[in-house]
């Protein structure tokens, strides 16, 4: 597959700071560029009609955030980026067919938002106002050791909550095939959806490329999802245990929110110019080994994960509570294929045990227990119950974004066994940062990690130095030798 290791835990790889993008994978290349673009977006944008009133709670701080960034005049980096690469010809107008498909199923994605008197509205065109046309722009070539700037660039001017539409569909194609990127505002989407947009995509184009039905199960729409975490809001109690779970987190952290614990050579509280990096940690032999110890002592890979980083925490801190947000999906079977950003954050917290008798594996069985905990918090709108827990006191309020971990498994996610899809990248756009937060991805080529960390030499190699530790002591687990 693409992009397999060469060793257990590879070098690191850094983008350039401001490239708005982590490093693209060597297998997603450049060549003469092809984009898509809405037909008389302008008309279309008219004809949207006023949906609802409000947006959700993570819509509203990410569109409050972007809005104060564009009246300051500063680079665009609130977008998801997703690439993929296809052998073979593009077929351009089988491509414009596919996506004109993609966004009339989505409703989210027909959306665009606009300033109001009581906060950001939400409004949406109609289906059959959307058709995606080759766009008429001079193609470039872009090369390969360039590539990843460009459609940063590209996905900053393009990928915008408050354009029609607020995403950016383009391909680099050479003579043996062509790379596919699509970005969108993160308002418009999670890291899930940009996975599912690639899968959807993909089936759509090949079926316009032969004329044969894609057969995408329905789609749902993501307006109904905003009311339901409304009313979740509204209908959540002091004595809820899911409150319960976030307000034991906080008793034990002052009422304040996990902080990064790493040094990044931060002269002060101010967010800093960021860089990306992404290093992979497990190859698949590995994780197989991982499986099997887990299958025979009890635990599960999350669980794993995050007892790594728990004893990594308190070798670093000598503490010996981990405490960190994470981002978990709230999707159900009807919103499997929205796309939308339907997530919330819930608190992850392992205690490592004092007993000499413990061992790792039991350690790996508490944060395996922490994450059962975590998966029911975040049924519960966070939002909501940290509203909850300040008028209470138990929470002093954010001190700016928290330090969060997320683990994401693509093979649990409707993907199949695509080729195209294997050599899927995700990423985000980079903006100015304090903290060094860790997405966590299981892949068919092993465990990958991306952070965005402050662009400075204490910050990268501290950094590198703790995903080279957190690989180490994974690595030591697949091979049976790693202590408490």
Same mark, same amino acid.
């Given at each position: 597959?693409?992009?397999?290791?060469?060793?257990?835990?590879?070098?690191?790889?850094?983008?350039?700071?401001?490239?708005?993008?982590?490093?693209?994978?060597?297998?997603?290349?450049?060549?003469?560029?092809?984009?898509?673009?809405?037909?008389?977006?302008?008309?279309?944008?008219?004809?949207?009609?006023?949906?609802?009133?409000?947006?959700?709670?993570?819509?509203?701080?990410?569109?409050?955030?972007?809005?104060?960034?564009?009246?300051?005049?500063?680079?665009?980096?609130?977008?998801?980026?997703?690439?993929?690469?296809?052998?073979?010809?593009?077929?351009?107008?089988?491509?414009?067919?596919?996506?004109?498909?993609?966004?009339?199923?989505?409703?989210?994605?027909?959306?665009?938002?606009?300033?109001?008197?009581?906060?950001?509205?939400?409004?949406?065109?109609?289906?059959?106002?959307?058709?995606?046309?080759?766009?008429?722009?001079?193609?470039?070539?872009?090369?390969?050791?360039?590539?990843?700037?460009?459609?940063?660039?590209?996905?900053?001017?393009?990928?915008?909550?408050?354009?029609?539409?607020?995403?950016?569909?383009?391909?680099?194609?050479?003579?043996?095939?062509?790379?596919?990127?699509?970005?969108?505002?993160?308002?418009?989407?999670?890291?899930?959806?940009?996975?599912?947009?690639?899968?959807?995509?993909?089936?759509?184009?090949?079926?316009?490329?032969?004329?044969?039905?894609?057969?995408?199960?329905?789609?749902?729409?993501?307006?109904?999802?905003?009311?339901?975490?409304?009313? /979740?809001? +509204? #209908?959540?109690?002091? %004595?809820?245990? @899911?409150? $319960?779970?976030?307000?034991?987190?906080? *008793?034990?952290? &002052? =009422?304040?929110?996990?902080?990064?614990?790493?040094?990044?050579?931060?002269?002060?509280?101010?967010?800093?110019?960021?860089?990306?990096?992404?290093?992979?940690?497990?190859?698949?032999?590995?994780?197989?080994?991982?499986?099997?110890?887990?299958?025979?002592?009890?635990?599960?890979?999350?669980?794993?994960?995050?007892?790594?980083?728990?004893?990594?925490?308190?070798?670093?801190?000598?503490?010996?509570?981990?405490?960190?947000?994470?981002?978990?999906?709230?999707?159900?079977?009807?919103?499997?294929?929205?796309?939308?950003?339907?997530?919330?954050?819930?608190?992850?917290?392992?205690?490592?045990?004092? /007993?000499? +008798? #413990?061992?790792?594996? %039991?350690?790996? @069985?508490? $944060?395996?227990?922490?994450?059962?905990? *975590?998966?029911? &918090? =975040?049924?519960?709108?966070?939002?909501?119950?940290?509203?909850?827990?300040?008028?209470?006191?138990?929470?002093?309020?954010?001190?700016?974004?928290?330090?969060?971990?997320?683990?994401?498994?693509?093979?649990?996610?409707?993907?199949?066994?695509?080729?195209?899809?294997?050599?899927?990248?995700?990423?985000?756009?980079?903006?100015?940062?304090?903290?060094?937060?860790?997405?966590?991805?299981?892949?068919?080529?092993?465990?990958?990690?991306?952070?965005?960390?402050?662009?400075?030499?204490?910050?990268?190699?501290?950094?590198?130095?703790?995903?080279?530790?957190?690989?180490?002591?994974?690595?030591?687990? /697949?091979?049976?030798?790693?202590?408490?």
């Amino acid at each position: 597959m693409a992009g397999a290791l060469r060793s257990a835990v590879a070098t690191p790889r850094f983008g350039a700071a401001g490239s708005m993008v982590v490093p693209l994978r060597e297998h997603l290349s450049g060549g003469r560029t092809v984009e898509w673009e809405l037909r008389d977006a302008e008309r279309v944008g008219r004809a949207a009609q006023r949906w609802g009133d409000g947006v959700s709670f993570l819509q509203s701080d990410h569109l409050a955030t972007m809005g104060d960034k564009r009246r300051r005049g500063e680079i665009h980096t609130g977008f998801l980026l997703a690439a993929l690469r296809f052998d073979g010809p593009l077929d351009e107008g089988a491509m414009a067919a596919a996506l004109t498909e993609f966004v009339r199923r989505h409703e989210e994605l027909r959306a665009h938002y606009r300033p109001g008197p009581d906060g950001p509205e939400r409004w949406v065109s109609a289906a059959e106002e959307f058709v995606i046309d080759v766009a008429a722009a001079e193609s470039l070539v872009v090369d390969d050791a360039d590539v990843g700037s460009w459609a940063g660039r590209r996905a900053s001017e393009r990928a915008r909550a408050e354009l029609v539409p607020g995403s950016w569909w383009a391909a680099t194609v050479d003579d043996a095939g062509f790379t596919f990127f699509a970005a969108t505002d993160h308002a418009h989407g999670d890291g899930y959806s940009s996975v599912l947009a690639l899968a959807e995509i993909t089936a759509l184009y090949r079926a316009h490329r032969t004329g044969a039905g894609s057969d995408l199960p329905d789609p749902g729409a993501f307006g109904p999802a905003i009311l339901a975490e409304r009313s /979740a809001a +509204a #209908a959540l109690t002091a %004595d809820d245990d @899911r409150v $319960a779970v976030w307000r034991d987190a906080l *008793a034990d952290n &002052a =009422g304040r929110a996990p902080r990064c614990p790493l040094d990044l050579g931060l002269a002060d509280a101010a967010p800093a110019p960021a860089v990306a990096v992404e290093q992979w940690l497990l190859d698949p032999d590995a994780l197989a080994r991982c499986d099997a110890r887990l299958a025979a002592t009890g635990g599960g890979f999350a669980g794993l994960l995050y007892a790594a980083l728990a004893v990594r925490h308190r070798e670093i801190t000598g503490e010996s509570r981990f405490f960190v947000s994470t981002v978990l999906a709230t999707r159900d079977t009807e919103t499997a294929w929205t796309q939308g950003w339907l997530c919330n954050f819930a608190p992850i917290v392992v205690d490592l045990p004092v /007993a000499e +008798a #413990a061992t790792f594996d %039991d350690v790996v @069985r508490t $944060a395996g227990n922490s994450v059962r905990a *975590a998966r029911h &918090a =975040g049924s519960a709108p966070a939002h909501g119950v940290l509203a909850l827990l300040a008028a209470e006191g138990a929470f002093r309020g954010l001190d700016g974004s928290p330090y969060m971990v997320s683990y994401t498994d693509l093979g649990r996610l409707p993907i199949g066994d695509d080729p195209a899809l294997a050599t899927m990248q995700t990423s985000s756009g980079v903006g100015p940062t304090r903290n060094a937060n860790l997405w966590f991805t299981r892949t068919p080529d092993g465990l990958v990690v991306r952070c965005h960390l402050p662009d400075n030499e204490v910050a990268r190699t501290t950094v590198v130095d703790h995903l080279a530790r957190v690989g180490a002591i994974l690595n030591d687990y /697949a091979n049976e030798r790693t202590e408490r």
